[in-house]
């Protein structure tokens, strides 16, 4: 019998009988497709392309990303348009892990689901010809607004959820006034919204081809 007084029931060691199974290798096998900037610029560009391309429709707003906080040129002379830039990539939540054993291929599934949101600013730019040629009827401004609007539409979210994103939020627009490359001083309304995906890694266990008897 034990000694011990405290725990007179408790047994205070094992010996034999016990297994622990050893994982002799790592997870094994392909990880899921990678989402990539371009496929989420792309999915955010044709969705603002639709959205100029219904309400605005002979104005030609030009929609690009933005590789450099400024750069001459971005936008033609005599367009109207927004630039879309990444701004940062949190991660949101915990790591989700799931394992299924499946009995018709004796291996075991291991899938890891990550959520993960992406913070994009959009940039309105006009840059008119010069005089006496006309203005066109909207500016920077109004034009970056309509993004927002487009983005936090209906048929703005359906369309980028048929790409895989969500939409989080849309933030307010703001207008600064600055001076470019070009030494031209003007308004540079933005604003930022943010994506919500989830891309899903999986592999595969291998069987296990060996047990380790251990006293524990």
């Known amino acids: 019998p034990p000694r011990s007084t405290l725990f007179p029931y408790t047994t205070l060691f094992r010996s034999g009988g016990s ?4 994982r002799l290798s790592l997870l094994q096998g392909g990880a899921g497709p990678v989402i990539t900037d371009s496929q989420i610029f792309t999915a955010v560009i044709a969705t603002l392309n ?5 309400r605005v429709p002979t104005l030609g707003v030009v929609v690009k990303q933005w590789y450099q906080p400024r750069i001459v040129g971005a936008i033609p002379v005599g367009s109207i348009g927004v630039l879309l830039s990444s701004v940062s990539n949190p991660r949101y939540g915990f790591l989700g892990r799931q394992d299924v054993w499946s009995d018709t291929t004796d291996t075991e599934s291991h899938t890891e689901t990550q959520a993960l949101q992406k913070v994009i600013q959009v940039t309105g730019q006009y840059r008119p010809k010069p005089p006496p040629a006309a203005l066109l009827p909207f500016s920077a401004n109004d034009i ?5 609007t487009i983005l936090q539409s209906d048929a703005g979210r359906l ?7 969500g939409i989080e939020r849309v ?3 703001r207008n600064p006034y600055s001076m470019d490359d070009a030494d031209q001083f003007g308004e540079v309304p933005s604003f930022d919204f943010t994506l919500d995906y989830s ?3 999986s592999t595969t266990s291998p069987i296990v081809t060996e047990v380790t008897d251990r006293i524990f």
């Open 19 to 22: 297994k622990r199974v050893e």
């Open 50 to 54: 639709a959205g100029f391309a219904a």
């Open 144 to 148: 970056c607004s309509m993004a927002a």
């Open 159 to 165: 369309q980028l959820k048929a790409a895989g994103f």
């Open 171 to 173: 933030g307010e627009v």
């Open 199 to 201: 891309p899903i890694e």
